[in-house]
C-alpha cells in the first residue's frame, strides 16, 4: 500500500478541522454581518464608494453629515440594489437624513467593533480572558498609522509601554494553559504586544532608511526593556514594501545588542505576497542561527494586507510590481516559506497566519512530516475574520493566537477598511466556503 502524499494529509487534516466549525445556525449575528460583505462584494464600484464613507466617518460632524457622505458616494454607483435605493429616498428629507444617518454610524460602529476588541487592552480585559479560557491566545496590536511629528510618536510610544503594562495584569491570573505557555523551545510569554515602527518615528522614508531608524532606535529600544521587564512577548509589525527593509535590519539590529541576549521574547513579520521573501526569509532564518538568543525569534507569516497599495503606486511610478500579481503565486510562496521556517527551528519559533484552510492544513500536515508536535507549531487569525477557524483550531488542540486590534475609531478606520477588502475578496476562502465550494476543492495544491 502506497505511503500517503502529502497532499493526501493535508486533505485528512482539512477534513478534521472543518469538521469542527460551527454550523450557521450557531452563528446569526456573523452570518448577517456576512450578508453586509457578500453586498459589498458583488460590485467593485459599490464596494469602493462604502469603503470610503468607512474611511471618512471619524471626520463627519453630524447625523445629517454622515447621511450626506453615504449617500454622495452612493451615487457613484450606477447599479444600487433595493435596500441602498430606499437610503437614497430617505435623504431627500431633514428626519431621513437624520435616522439614515444614525444606521450607518451604529452599522460602522457594529462592524468596528467585530475587528477592534476595545480601546486599551484593560477596556478589552473580558474579551482577551474569555479567548484565553477557550484556548486562545492573543496578540494585541496596539492601532496607529504614520505618525508626522515627534510628540506623536512619543504618545504612541507611552501608550505601547502602558499596553505591556496593562497586559500584564489582564493575563496574571488567568488559569494555565500547557499548550498556550511552552513548546520544545521553551516559555511562552502570556503577554503578547504588536507594535509598529511607521507609529515610533514621523522619518521613516525609503529615500533615508538610516535617518528613520535611528529616530525609532531609542522609542523601540525602551520598548524591549518594558517587555523584557514585564516578561511579555513584543512583535514588530511588517507594513509597506518601502519600509520593510529598514524596519528588518531595526529589529534585528537591536536584538543582536548584548543586552536583549537574554530576552525578551520577539518577533518581526515575513510577508509572502512580496517576490523577494524567500531570500529575505534565508538572511533572517541565518541570522537567527547565528544569533544566540535565550528565546528563538517568532517569525510571524502572511500572506500581506497592503497588495492594493503596492500595485498602485507602483504602475504611478511605472514600476514592476513587488508583489505576487497572481493569488496562487502568492499562495505557492506561502507554502513555500512555511517549510523554511519550519525548518530553521529551534532557532527560529515560525507563527502561521492564515484564514486559507488549504495554508493552515499544509502547514499542520508539513509540521507533522518534520516530526515534529502540534505544540511547535503556532497559527494565527484575525479577530472578526478568523474566528470560526480560531475556535476549530482549539477545539483540535492547537495552538492559535488570535491577533486582537485595540485603539479608538478614528485610529482603527485604515485598519478597518483594510480588513473590509480582505474579507471581501472574491477569492478569499471564507467567501468561498460559504458559496458551498466543495471542501476538496479549497484544500487542492494552489
Known amino acids: 500500500m502506497a505511503a500517503p502524499t502529502i497532499d493526501d494529509e493535508i486533505l485528512a487534516v482539512g477534513r478534521d478541522v472543518a469538521g469542527r466549525f460551527p454550523s450557521a445556525a450557531r452563528r446569526p449575528l456573523k452570518a448577517l454581518d456576512d450578508k453586509a460583505m457578500d453586498l ?36 457613484e454607483v450606477p447599479d444600487r440594489p433595493p435596500p441602498l435605493e430606499v437610503a437614497m429616498k430617505m435623504s431627500s428629507t431633514k428626519a431621513g437624513r437624520t435616522a439614515l444617518g444614525a444606521a450607518s454610524a451604529a452599522g460602522v460602529r457594529h462592524m468596528a467593533h467585530r475587528f477592534i476588541v476595545g480601546e486599551t487592552p484593560r477596556e478589552a480585559t473580558k474579551i482577551l480572558q474569555e479567548l484565553w479560557r477557550t484556548g486562545a491566545a492573543t496578540s494585541v496590536d496596539l492601532l496607529g498609522e504614520a505618525t508626522v ?92 514594501f518601502d519600509s520593510r527593509e529598514a524596519v528588518t535590519d531595526l529589529v534585528l539590529e537591536l536584538l543582536s ?50 497588495w492594493d497599495h503596492e500595485v498602485v503606486e507602483a504602475r504611478q511610478h511605472g514600476w514592476d510590481a513587488p508583489v505576487f500579481e497572481i493569488k496562487a503565486d502568492s499562495d505557492r510562496n506561502f507554502e513555500d516559506l512555511t517549510v523554511r521556517l519550519l525548518e530553521a527551528r529551534p532557532s527560529v519559533r515560525p507563527a502561521i497566519a492564515s484564514h486559507n484552510l488549504r495554508s493552515v492544513a499544509h502547514a499542520i500536515a508539513q509540521n507533522r512530516r518534520l516530526g515534529a508536535p502540534d505544540e511547535d507549531l503556532e497559527l494565527q487569525v484575525l479577530r472578526g475574520l478568523g474566528d470560526d477557524l480560531e475556535h476549530a483550531l482549539a477545539g483540535l488542540g492547537m495552538r492559535v493566537r488570535t491577533y486582537c ?27 468561498e466556503q460559504a458559496r458551498g465550494v466543495p471542501l476538496a476543492t479549497l484544500l487542492a495544491a494552489p
Open 40 to 75: 459589498a462584494s458583488q460590485d467593485d464600484q459599490l464596494r469602493a464608494a462604502l469603503f470610503r464613507f468607512v474611511d471618512v466617518v471619524p471626520a463627519c460632524r453630524s447625523l445629517d453629515d454622515l447621511a450626506r457622505h453615504l449617500t454622495g458616494f452612493l451615487e
Open 149 to 240: 511629528t515627534s510628540a506623536e510618536a512619543d504618545r504612541y510610544a507611552q501608550r505601547c509601554a502602558e499596553a505591556l503594562d496593562q497586559l500584564a495584569g489582564v493575563y496574571e491570573d488567568l488559569p494555565p494553559k500547557p499548550q498556550l505557555e511552552r513548546d520544545s523551545m521553551g516559555r511562552l510569554p502570556r503577554a503578547n504586544l504588536s507594535v509598529k515602527v511607521s507609529a515610533l518615528t514621523p522619518l521613516l522614508r525609503p529615500d533615508a532608511p538610516e535617518i528613520g531608524k535611528r529616530d525609532a532606535a531609542p522609542r523601540l529600544r525602551e520598548l524591549l526593556h518594558r517587555a523584557k521587564q514585564r516578561g511579555a512577548h513584543l512583535h514588530i509589525d511588517m507594513e509597506s
Open 257 to 306: 545588542e548584548p543586552e536583549f541576549q537574554d530576552g525578551p521574547s520577539a518577533g518581526l513579520v515575513l510577508q509572502a505576497y512580496l517576490r523577494d521573501s524567500p531570500p529575505l526569509c534565508d538572511r533572517i532564518t541565518a541570522w537567527a542561527a547565528q544569533t544566540n538568543r535565550a528565546s528563538p525569534l517568532t517569525v510571524r507569516l502572511v500572506k500581506g494586507a497592503y
Open 405 to 431: 486590534p485595540v485603539g479608538d475609531l478614528v485610529a482603527g478606520m485604515a485598519y478597518l477598511v483594510r480588513r473590509l477588502l480582505e474579507n471581501t475578496s472574491n477569492e478569499s476562502f471564507l467567501h
